[in-house]
């Protein structure tokens, strides 16, 4: 029987369908900090909410923190994976091309958490965008740069 390396583990059984809520996280690549450089981040935000414009997605919450992100979003077109290989993809290029750089910026894989409809989405949120606090990157969340949620 053939071993199974955690990126395809991640994979046995997903299934995406459009209006579903799903919390995502994706990590970087050896746990780099790489957004503790600000604009780095803001480059993996602008793809978060070029997905939301585009009508991908609509994002409920997000952080970027320094070595991983979380979005909760609600899926509209295409797959839970086909959005993180874009997602992952895109900002991957922008940061690369930004720190004059070539290396992998993400783990491969990503998690993925279905959500029910009637799971309280505001204390989803809440627990994504107090990821700075719980980390001491920050005492209030408004004192944190990488974040929003459609309800603050």
């Known amino acids: 029987m053939p071993v199974l390396n955690n990126a ?8 995406s369908e459009p209006g579903g809520i799903y919390l995502l996280t994706t990590i970087t ?10 604009h780095l981040g803001r480059l993996v935000v602008n793809q ?3 997905a939301h414009d585009e009508g991908v997605v609509n994002s409920i919450a997000w952080v970027v923190m320094p070595d991983h992100c979380h979005w909760l979003v609600e899926l509209r077109h295409k797959s839970v994976s ?4 874009r997602i992952k993809s895109r900002s991957s290029v922008a940061v690369n091309h930004a720190s004059q750089s070539n ?13 029910r409809h009637e799971e309280d989405l505001k204390a989803a949120a809440r627990y994504i965008i107090r990821n700075p606090i ?8 408004g ?10």
């Open 134 to 141: 719980r980390a001491q990157l920050a005492t209030r969340i």
């Open 143 to 152: 004192d944190y740069p990488l974040w929003d949620a459609c309800w603050f």
């Open 82 to 85: 086909e959005l993180m290989c």
């Open 48 to 50: 978060l909410r070029h």
């Open 103 to 115: 290396g992998r910026l993400w783990q491969k894989g990503y998690y993925d958490r279905a959500l």
């Open 8 to 15: 395809c583990r991640l994979r046995i059984g997903r299934y």
């Open 29 to 38: 690549d050896q746990r780099r900090p790489v957004f503790n450089d600000f």
